[in-house]
């Protein structure tokens, strides 16, 4: 029969499964982990610290997703990667953002210089599920992109590569850009515009 201790860890484990490993501590304090015990914990080795408030299992193996689920969890679940980091993400264009770009919610008022936030309120159509992150769909991520500083250079070829990997089609492009900012609509026009001329 399982102690509670054995419990307790079973529950913690399960929370860090979904998570790459990685929880936190209001999350270990639900569980029923102390604060005394999660220094302890971390003391003895059992919990890896990561930053204030956030710990890691440590036989949990790195995985390129890391990075998102570690400041998806920063942000308190309210983060959505997206922008440039989103771009990568989905294998759009070549750009490799040096800090991590999240969508957050009007009112999130946390800072990190790892991280650069948009604020914004994204609907469920506009995100997309991971396990222990969320991103922004293709076709989001492309608005976002095109209403920012990026490059024409950048914007067009993240418009082709998603059309050619089939992530989108110009349809939904050309109504995504009714609705979009100005400055993105413009952008995304011109870059499917400069690829009809170039078949």
Known sequence: MPTPRQDLRRALHAVAFQQAGYFTAAQALEIGYSYQAQKYHVDAGNWLRVDRALFRLPEWPADADDLYVRWTLWSDGRGVVSYESALSVHGLSDVDPVRLHLTVPPGFGAVDDMVVTHVAVLSDEDREGRR?????????????????ELSHEHVDRAVADALRLGLTTRRRLVRASADAPDRA???????????????
């Open 132 to 148: 222990g992150w969320a991103v922004t769909t293709p076709v989001r991520t492309l608005v976002d992109a095109a209403a920012s």
């Open 185 to 199: 609509a413009l952008r995304l026009e011109r870059a499917l515009a400069r690829l009809a001329a170039d078949e």
